[in-house]
């Protein structure tokens, strides 16, 4: 069993330990693992992440030199920091796109699937403003950690970050509560639900990005305030790109289904 070495015990949300599809992203250096954020699995070979999570220099400069590594199940995937004998899956690439803020990561050895590991479908529909989306933080795992997402006012959203949309981000309105300084990295899915009969089925329409109040600040990077807009990757544009990466067809990671 994975050992955790986290001075405080707490349970992982069941709603978030139940999860298939969410793997850790861990810099691995000799005196641990050290957790920077949720990585998403779309394939068995492949996982998303933003760009602001998958950048070394960071985690480079707080913790040492190291390399990446995924820990892809059981609540250990959530924890800080874990011990060197984790077991984990290494990382061989990672394919960042800035402008986008949005990370591929590709493995050594691609992940058994089953029970315990199952990727989500990617959407490539449009996403109407009245879309139920929702994201899990999982920066804070124990409390409460799926939220609800509103789309914000496209005027106001570009008045922060102009021509958003056409960079294929996704503008949500600030959630109550919301933590900018334990979530400003992003990195956590997006989920959508299509529509397949009378049955919802939960897709991924994109990875958190980061918090913008103003203009300013969306042209620096700046972390804000907890009434900050978010600007969020959306996949459905990259799936073709992602597929190739993954070496598979883009049809067996995509739902086309509208969403609901």
């Excluded at 919301?178 to 990875?207: E, H, K, M, R, W």
Aim: charged fraction near 10%; charge should be neutral.
């Amino acid at each position: 069993m994975a050992q955790d070495v986290t001075t405080q015990q707490q349970t992982v949300s069941p709603n978030l330990a139940a999860t298939k599809f969410i793997a850790g992203l861990f810099w691995s250096t000799t005196s641990g693992l050290h957790r920077r954020c949720a990585a998403t699995i779309v394939a068995n070979n492949v996982l998303l992440t933003s760009a602001t999570c998958a950048l070394d220099k960071y985690p480079n400069v707080a913790h040492g030199p190291g390399q990446w590594v995924i820990v892809a199940t059981g609540d250990s995937r959530f924890s800080q920091k874990l011990t060197p004998q984790v077991q984990s899956m290494t990382v061989k690439s990672v394919d960042i796109d800035q402008c986008a803020n949005l990370a591929t990561i590709t493995l050594t050895t691609p992940l058994t699937l089953g029970e315990s590991i199952k990727p989500i479908l990617m959407s490539n529909a449009q996403v109407p403003l009245t879309a139920m989306l929702n994201t899990y933080n999982t920066s804070n795992p124990y409390g409460s950690p799926f939220l609800a997402l509103t789309q914000g006012n496209q005027q106001q959203c570009e008045t922060i970050r102009p021509q958003y949309s056409q960079d294929k981000l996704i503008c949500t309105q600030p959630v109550q509560g919301q933590f900018i300084t334990s979530d400003y990295l992003g990195g956590d899915p997006i989920i959508g639900f299509s529509v397949q009969g009378n049955t919802p089925v939960a897709v991924l329409v994109g990875i958190t990005g980061q918090f913008y109040s103003t203009l300013v600040n969306a042209q620096n990077g700046g972390i804000n305030d907890p009434a900050a807009y978010r600007y969020s990757a959306l996949v459905g544009s990259r799936i073709a790109q992602i597929a190739s990466i993954a070496g598979v067809e883009a049809v067996t990671l995509t739902s086309s289904n509208p969403l609901g």
